[in-house]
């Protein structure tokens, strides 16, 4: 009984799913005086996200730090609750779709309340259509983020497929560098066929872009990935790219090419740096020991036992991101790069076409064991 009492404290105490707001509350509540703090619901639906806030914002009032939510939510279905909730509340509800500029923009919608309606047209069904206001949302978020004092700020982004466009937006005009902490939820599989492949592109490289195009990036991002949204769905052109970027069968096999000369000097790179990490593994896995200290001594009645050494991410990408998070794994964690890498080496694929000065041609088998740089020859 005890037991699940426990439990349904735990789930009132922490209604929000990814727990980042969570984290987000307790830097708040040690943030310096006159630190400002924000929470933006970008997409709100019926307002369940920002309904999740309640008692901080009550407990900040109490405390008298201010707390701004605002609530960013088009469907006129849920225009007067969430009036209603942001007046309970002291937030800003803003009945506008967020978007690339001010103006108005057609919102399709399946059914009044769907939490599936956007401006992007996900399919080509039935969908009813409204027009609607929109803001531009890099423009918004740069006028009520980067003001002084400094804003301790949390962006909820859901806007079912229109991420992709959104968030390149907000990227390009670097609306995204004042964010502390975003969430977003992505739909891949919302998107039309031809801007899938694009759209998985972004997704990949998201977190470089932040790290690279921000002086100071956000300090976590939380990647939500659905698995009925974003996986167990085709992606036009990702079979072929993976075949260009893999380790391509050598002549010796049917249809097999001649690697360049910079190919092997890339692959003789690689096989050296496997080498090193290797060595630093077997260097990791033996244990730390400390240095001996004189026999009787207090600090060798106190010695800790031998120790593994501690492994920190190998990059900040991978240290910022919370949720679905493998692709950052990928990409910042050497030994799992590795380990994928050597995999791929293992099983080399037949490439159904080479490359002739920067152009993909057919091939036939009249090309078995054609030299790939064949604008060289």
């Known amino acids: ?11 009132m105490a922490d209604p929000f799913e990814s727990g980042m707001e969570v984290a987000f509350m ?19 639906n019926d307002g369940q996200w920002s309904r999740a806030w309640r008692h901080f914002a009550k407990e900040s009032a109490a405390r008298g730090v201010p707390f701004e939510l ?17 007046a309970s509340i002291n937030a800003t509800f803003l009945p506008v779709a967020a978007s690339k500029q001010d103006g108005t923009a057609a919102f399709h919608i399946d059914a009044p309340g769907s939490p599936g309606a956007s401006l992007a047209r996900q399919h080509e069904g039935e969908m009813r ?33 229109l991420e992709y466009s959104l968030l390149a937006w907000l990227l390009v005009q670097g609306a995204l560098c004042d964010v502390t902490h975003l969430l977003i939820e ?7 066929l031809g801007q899938r492949l694009s759209g998985l592109g972004l997704r990949l490289g998201f977190g470089a872009l932040l790290q690279e195009g921000c002086a100071t990036p956000p300090r976590a991002v939380y990647h939500d990935e659905y698995v009925p949204t974003n996986f167990g769905v085709p992606v036009p052109g990702l ?37 090193r990490q290797q060595a630093t593994e077997q260097a990791e896995e033996q244990p730390q020991q400390l240095p001996m200290p004189p026999r009787g001594s207090v600090a060798a009645a106190e010695r800790a036992p031998p120790r593994r050494r501690p492994r920190t991410p190998a990059c900040e990408v991978a ?15 050497l030994r799992f790069a590795a380990a994928s890498y050597r995999q791929m080496r293992a099983a080399p694929r037949v490439v159904p076409r080479y490359f002739d000065n920067g152009t993909i041609l057919n091939r036939g088998p009249e090309d078995k064991g054609r030299s790939l740089n064949v604008g060289n020859e």
């Open 1 to 11: 009984m005890l037991h699940l009492l426990a439990v349904a404290w735990v789930a």
């Open 319 to 333: 240290r910022r991101c919370h949720g679905s998070c493998r692709y950052e794994r990928l990409g910042c964690d």
């Open 239 to 275: 079979q072929d790219v993976a075949t260009e970027h893999a380790l391509w069968a050598r002549k010796d096999v049917p249809l097999g090419v001649r690697p360049s000369a910079p190919t092997v000097l890339r692959l003789r790179a690689d096989d050296a740096f496997l080498q």
């Open 129 to 161: 259509t409204q027009t609607v206001t929109t803001i531009d949302l890099a423009a918004f978020l740069r006028r009520t983020l980067s003001s002084r004092p400094p804003t301790l700020s949390f962006v909820k982004l859901d806007v079912e497929s």
């Open 26 to 44: 307790r830097e708040a509540r040690r943030a310096p005086p006159g630190t400002r703090v924000v929470a933006i619901d970008v997409g709100a």
């Open 70 to 86: 605002f609530i960013i939510e088009p469907q006129p279905t849920f225009r007067a609750s969430l009036t209603q909730l942001a």
């Open 186 to 192: 992505w739909h891949l599989n919302l998107l039309p």
